[in-house]
């Protein structure tokens, strides 16, 4: 069905695939009627024009317009809020010993852990080879500041690593991850210690669930991933975006904390626009009895002066609910709700009266502050999540159906693929490329961006929110890769993008078989799903 050459992409594959078989199913369509319809030439008057934007046509006027979007925009960046309480201690970890395993290295595994063997220096973030089912070693030794022990907790906290991995400190395994865009994290204590600690983390890759999109062969795998990663030096196979590469690709960090910690905010302004709700999740680490807890919630004006609400205390309870038939034994209306061990989840909605309502032209933002005290008022941790007020919807009922809406105005995304520049910025850590790179699209009237199969970093979402750009994640599954697998990604999917960003966000879940050259043996279907929400 199909010539492919060795070492191209499966875009360039698909480029030049030559289909031959297929054309016996080819049928001319009918030619239809066409209406006798006859437009009148009229000459109209001049005011009717539609006004058009000066046409760009060197890098000189593309320079001087870029330049004076930065000047109008600039203000949007701005952080006015107040700064938090510190809560946390944190070590970064921006390096580590690597290399390809080997079955010696598996068969002496203790002899990794002390550092036995050739080793390459590399700077974190990483990314890159071998592609395929391989494992690789990320070491390093660390010493901590007595600081982090007068903390409760000492946790190892990781942004993102691509694809599976094994975490060991000191020789202990603290625990597995598997996924290549969420950040996870694993409790450290009673393990960690001063002064010469050993992390050690192996990383697995594996085929993708499309197959071996840049070797010979057509060998599924279980890696979940399609397209537009980061690439990475090498002309064969790195020069592009394709690659299923691996690597620890965002930060490391270890952090000293309460023993109850905010791991997480939600915030989602209400269709009326009037109220914001405000989701936490709070971890409880340890052997310690549930605990009685109140947040206390300020809000604030991110990229302009304003105090919606400031030390606004949440007392936790929950309410008794009765059923048919229970009796009253005294029991009262409400009590205080218990953050027991593991993850514990608490709402709330605050008023937001005439809020400042983010728009493409006008990206106003604001900062929710969160602090977790204990019965007495004292002081756990304390988070802080960026958000903007707006509705964006689809239309059901429109005709033509499914119109967009931001803040009740129909609206028309215009858009692009990312191609994975943006999430190479961050990356790189080349923030200003970054900011240009989504303001160059506002340059050119769009306004929105398709993350193109590839979540990428918080840093996106947020310069994105920043920016006044909407942007859509996209999930990719197939039939290779099953129902569990492919749900449990988009859940993943959908938490992060929703953690990150309180944009118009559209999810989109693409399924399809692999992309084999035997279309007799392996039959293609692929269906989608679009799924658009705000945040």
Request: include cysteine; charge should be negative; charged fraction near 25%.
């Amino acid at each position: 069905m199909s010539n492919r050459s060795a070492n191209i992409d499966c875009f360039a594959a698909i480029a030049t695939e030559i289909v031959s078989d297929r054309h016996g199913d080819l049928r001319h369509p009918e030619a239809q009627k066409k209406p006798a319809n006859r437009l009148p030439l009229e000459t109209g008057s001049g005011s009717s024009r539609i006004p058009r934007a000066k046409k760009i046509t060197t890098a000189e006027e593309l320079s001087v317009a870029l330049d004076d979007l930065r000047t109008h925009m600039k203000s949007f960046l701005q952080d006015l809020s107040p700064s938090l309480p510190k809560t946390r201690d944190m070590v970064k970890i921006e390096s580590f010993q690597w290399r390809v395993e080997t079955p010696e290295d598996r068969a002496k595994f203790d002899s990794v852990q002390l550092g036995g063997g050739a080793w390459e220096q590399v700077r974190i973030p990483h990314y890159g080879p071998p592609l395929g089912p391989a494992s690789t070693i990320y070491r390093t030794s660390i010493d901590l500041p007595a600081e982090m022990f007068a903390r409760e907790r000492q946790v190892i906290c990781f942004d993102a690593v691509d694809y599976r991995c094994q975490v060991y400190l000191n020789g202990v395994c603290l625990g597995t991850h598997e996924g290549f865009f969420e950040a996870f994290e694993f409790d450290a204590t009673d393990i960690a210690r001063a002064s010469g600690n050993v992390l050690l983390v192996r990383v697995e890759n594996d085929f993708t669930m499309l197959g071996q999109a840049f070797s010979d062969g057509d060998t599924d795998g279980d890696k979940i991933y399609a397209a537009t990663g980061l690439g990475y030096d090498d002309p064969e196979e790195g020069w592009h975006h394709c690659p299923p590469g691996m690597g620890i690709w965002q930060g490391v960090r270890f952090e000293a904390r309460s023993r109850l910690a905010i791991t997480d905010l939600f915030l989602r302004p209400l269709p009326s626009l009037d109220a914001v709700e405000i989701q936490v999740e709070i971890q409880n680490s340890g052997s310690n009895p549930p605990e009685h807890v109140a947040l206390c919630v300020s809000i604030y004006g991110r990229n302009f002066q304003a105090c919606v609400h400031e030390n606004h205390v949440h007392s936790v309870s929950g309410e008794w609910v009765r059923g048919f038939g229970d009796l009253d034994h005294g029991t009262p209306d409400s009590e205080p709700c218990l953050m027991g061990p593991g993850k514990n989840y608490l709402s709330l909605t605050l008023p937001m009266p005439e809020a400042k309502v983010w728009d493409l032209e006008t990206p106003w933002l604001y900062q929710a502050h969160v602090s977790l005290v204990d019965a007495d008022g004292g002081l756990f941790d304390s988070a802080s999540r960026q958000f903007g007020m707006r509705r964006f919807e689809q239309e059901e009922s429109s005709e033509p159906k499914g119109k967009f809406r931001l803040n009740g105005r129909e609206i028309r995304l215009r858009g692009a693929n990312t191609m994975g520049n943006l999430d190479l910025c961050v990356f790189r850590g080349d923030f200003d490329q970054l900011h240009d790179d989504i303001l160059l699209a506002k340059l050119t009237n769009l306004n929105f961006l398709r993350l193109t199969q590839h979540p990428v970093q918080r840093e996106v979402y947020e310069a994105c929110d920043s920016w006044a750009s909407c942007c859509r994640p996209t999930c990719l599954s197939s039939d290779r890769s099953g129902a569990i697998n492919f749900t449990n990604a988009f859940a993943k999917l959908l938490r992060w993008s929703v953690s990150c960003a309180r944009i118009p966000v559209a999810f989109s879940c693409l399924s399809s078989t692999s992309h084999s050259p035997q279309p007799a043996q392996s039959p293609t279907a692929s269906c989608s799903a679009t799924i658009w929400s705000c945040f």
